[in-house]
């Protein structure tokens, strides 16, 4: 059976506050961006983001980030960040956020976020109905 797989997509612009003085995005803003296209994909799976950020049960933090910088993002450019999920664990999935302009690769994070029973202070298998809408993203292979 062949995976459907269509990533997510939003678009970002950089703002004059996130570059350095040449007008090129400071890097550490990448991570901030790339959050953002998180929640709204958040809000696309219908999680809703009290549902998902404010839970009473289980956190999402992020485990470990990445990032490739591929080209330089400047002030004032349009993006496409697209999101597709590399991996899907026990515990935790791996996401990739691609951001694209004109036809070009800029930047990639990856970013692992881990499922965190806030009752036992441990780490907990992802929930099924979870699991289920994030696979409908994973990447084939």
């Not at 709204?40 to 999402?60: K, Y």
């Amino acid at each position: 059976m062949s995976n459907p797989h269509v990533p997510f997509s939003v678009r970002a612009t950089i703002h004059f506050r996130q570059c350095d003085p040449a007008g090129v995005l400071f890097f550490g803003e990448i991570f901030g961006i790339a959050h953002d296209a998180y929640e709204a994909f958040i809000e696309h799976l219908s999680f809703g983001g009290n549902g998902w950020f404010a839970n009473d049960e289980w956190a999402v933090p992020i485990r470990h980030s990445a990032c490739d910088y591929l080209a330089p993002m400047r002030r004032g450019e349009i993006y496409d960040v697209r999101i597709s999920l590399e991996r899907i664990g026990e515990s935790s999935f791996t996401a990739r956020y691609s951001f694209e302009a004109g036809g070009r690769k800029h930047c990639e994070v990856s970013l692992v976020h881990a499922f965190y029973d806030k009752k036992k202070s441990s780490k907990m298998s992802v929930p099924s109905d979870i699991r289920a809408r994030l696979e409908a993203y994973q990447r084939p292979g």
